[in-house]
């Protein structure tokens, strides 16, 4: 049994790491209100916006103007991964890692054989995986963080955008976590170019052949929404992602506050029998000792 000085010092330990992780889950509650609040507010308006593009997709297939959503082999690959800049997050970032690398190894097995795999990373944490285990970052987006707004998310989707309209990759996805509530982050991996078409059910086949009505006119769409579109996708994906890492923080503090706490009242109890046994020490020496002057 450890001493009553070894059991002080790892409860005056504990104490601090609760206070610690306290304080960071209240941090991280508050971040997350402002994080929440925005991906509610804009995962409407966005998904609505990408079901509208989706469907004029399959009308505008075959246009050259349509260079969004022009069908290529896949051979050169950008997998864009969004983690975050800080830990403490429980397996927020490694799922998403790992995700991204199955993708890699798996999915496009053979263009990563080929060497027709690139990564594009947004947090520090996914940017330094992938070049610790070497694989090719053509971009570190990282500071998108330090002051995330649409205007910093645009900078990053308009190269990307370039990319892909230059020829240099002919698929782009997107890995991230998906906010649904403060417990709870869905691992998501999307298509973000080419622009993927709505699947309409067999049994819908009267909407196969649905005739379009483009107000002003199919050339503005082609120009101003699907290029708008694109980037609020890749907007929402980042906005997604932020608020799904302080929900996994702030659940990971709460966790390690209520560990904490448990190991804070097994040490008080330890405390407690190792300072009874000291006592009962003292006191059968004290007794012995008086018996050997009376005897």
């Known amino acids: 049994m450890a001493n009553l000085k070894e059991i002080r010092d790892r409860r005056e330990s504990v104490a601090s790491t609760r206070q610690i992780t306290s304080a960071m889950k209240m941090v991280a509650a508050a971040k997350l209100k402002k994080a929440q609040d925005a991906i509610v507010q804009l995962r409407p308006y966005a998904d609505k916006l990408q079901e509208i593009?989706?469907?004029?997709?399959?009308?505008?297939?075959?246009?050259?103007?349509?260079?969004?959503?022009?069908?290529?082999?896949?051979?050169?690959?950008?997998?864009?991964?969004?983690?975050?800049?800080?830990?403490?997050?429980g397996a927020f970032n490694s799922n998403a890692i790992?995700?991204?690398?199955?993708?890699?190894?798996?999915?496009?097995?053979?263009?990563?054989?080929?060497?027709?795999?690139?990564?594009?990373?947004?947090?520090?944490?996914?940017?330094?995986?992938?070049?610790?285990?070497?694989?090719?970052v053509i971009f570190?987006?990282?500071?998108?963080?330090?002051?995330?707004?649409?205007?910093?998310?645009?900078?990053?989707?308009?190269?990307?955008?370039?990319?892909?309209?230059?020829g240099d990759y002919d698929h782009v996805d997107i890995v991230y976590n998906q906010f649904k509530n403060a417990a709870t982050?869905?691992?998501?991996?999307?298509?973000?170019?080419?622009?993927k078409m709505v699947e309409l059910a067999e049994e819908e086949p009267s909407m196969v052949h649905t005739d379009f009505i483009f107000e002003p006119t199919k050339e503005f769409i082609l120009k101003e929404l699907i290029p708008r579109s694109l980037k609020l996708q890749f907007y929402k994906?980042?906005?997604?992602?932020?608020?799904?890492?302080?929900?996994?923080?702030?659940?990971?503090?709460?966790k390690a506050t209520d560990n904490a706490t448990e190991m804070m009242k097994e040490l008080a109890l330890e405390y407690n029998k190792a300072r009874q046994a000291a006592i009962t020490n003292e006191i059968i020496e004290i007794v012995g000792g008086a018996e050997a002057l009376n005897g």
């Open 53 to 89: 593009l989706g469907s004029i997709s399959d009308s505008l297939k075959g246009d050259e103007q349509n260079i969004y959503a022009q069908s290529r082999d896949d051979e050169n690959i950008l997998l864009v991964l969004i983690t975050s800049n800080r830990g403490l997050c």
């Open 98 to 136: 790992k995700a991204s690398i199955h993708a890699a190894l798996d999915t496009y097995s053979d263009q990563m054989m080929a060497g027709q795999v690139d990564f594009l990373a947004i947090g520090k944490k996914g940017a330094d995986f992938l070049k610790r285990n070497g694989y090719n």
């Open 140 to 166: 570190n987006g990282s500071e998108i963080y330090d002051d995330l707004s649409f205007e910093r998310s645009v900078e990053i989707s308009e190269m990307v955008m370039k990319l892909y309209v230059a």
């Open 185 to 195: 982050q869905i691992l998501a991996i999307e298509q973000f170019l080419p622009i």
């Open 237 to 254: 994906a980042t906005i997604d992602s932020f608020a799904s890492e302080h929900g996994a923080r702030m659940t990971a503090m709460h």
